[in-house]
């Protein structure tokens, strides 16, 4: 934007110079000497025009980053069927470190909207108080999003737009018994999407929120995480960041009267991510 704005005024400048010069002129002696100082500003503004855009294409065109996170989770919460509660407080939950993956795609093109795609695994574990029945939960997900980003460098960044959870996992009780009760849960719950950054000036340092909220129809779903962010490498090929933050999950679902769940899933998280 700078860089555009620059130019324009170098063009403009440019034009009244060339409209000053040319407006004594009388004869072509006098137009001889003019067409040095048209080719001086000639060559000025494309150097200019150069040296500006060289820098930014890469930021500018197109930026690839991946990242991968360990999240450090507790599960709490209950689940529901044929109208009797299984509550998440007679069940000692087990700590479970979870893997998440992810990719973003930004581009320069304004009305085109970038792509960020994330896997996350949540597998969880519980026993009951009797210290006999289990509960297993997993309710691993794809987020698809795409949104647009007003505003993205080290200073400021904006994201917002809509993302696409696609959930594909169960809750399987364990009685003892040969027959367990398993039930699927394969659902797809469209969420609003937000990210906002703000970064120290000279520092590598920002302060990174997202989150992902809908609430359509029986079911209720937050994904927000806040983080503080650090660049520990500044290459010309990219750029490497860590992360260290807080994540809270919640998935609530309704399958008619026959089944229902109620789960949260919170705790700190460090992730790594470069930027090409």
Not at 25 to 42: C, D, F, G, I
Not at 45 to 54: D, I, N, Y
Not at 267 to 276: E, H, K
Request: charged share 20%; proline share 3%.
């Amino acid at each position: 934007m700078i860089g555009k704005i620059l130019v324009n005024v170098l063009k403009l400048l440019g034009k009244l110079v060339e409209f000053k010069v040319l407006k004594p002129t009388k004869n072509a002696r006098e137009m001889e000497k003019v067409k040095p100082m048209k080719k001086m500003l000639s060559i000025t503004a494309a150097t200019c025009l150069v040296a500006l855009s060289a820098p930014a294409s890469a930021d500018v065109l197109f930026s690839l980053e991946a990242e991968a996170q360990y999240w450090q989770a507790d599960a709490s919460g209950y689940h529901t069927y044929a109208q009797t509660v299984s509550s998440g407080d007679i069940y000692d939950w087990k700590k479970s470190g979870q893997l998440g993956f992810g990719a973003t795609f930004t581009h320069f093109i304004p009305l085109l909207p970038n792509v960020k795609f994330e896997t996350q695994e949540l597998e969880f574990g519980g026993e009951h108080s009797n210290g006999v029945d289990t509960v297993n939960i997993d309710l691993g997900h794809e987020t698809y999003t795409l949104f647009y980003a007003p505003f993205d460098n080290d200073l400021v960044a904006i994201h917002f737009g809509a993302s696409l959870k696609q959930i594909d996992g169960y809750v399987g009780e364990n009685y003892g018994m040969s027959d367990q009760p398993l039930w699927r849960i394969d659902e797809d719950v469209v969420s609003a999407y937000l990210k906002l950054a703000a970064g120290l000036p000279f520092s590598g340092l920002s302060v990174v929120a997202e989150g992902h909220i809908g609430s359509f129809g029986d079911h209720d779903l937050h994904d927000i995480q806040g983080a503080v962010r650090y660049r520990f490498l500044d290459s010309l090929v990219f750029d490497g960041y860590a992360s260290i933050g807080y994540r809270s999950v919640k998935m609530d679902f309704e399958n008619g009267n026959d089944f229902t769940t109620n789960y949260e899933f919170t705790g700190p998280f460090a992730s790594v991510s470069l930027r090409f």
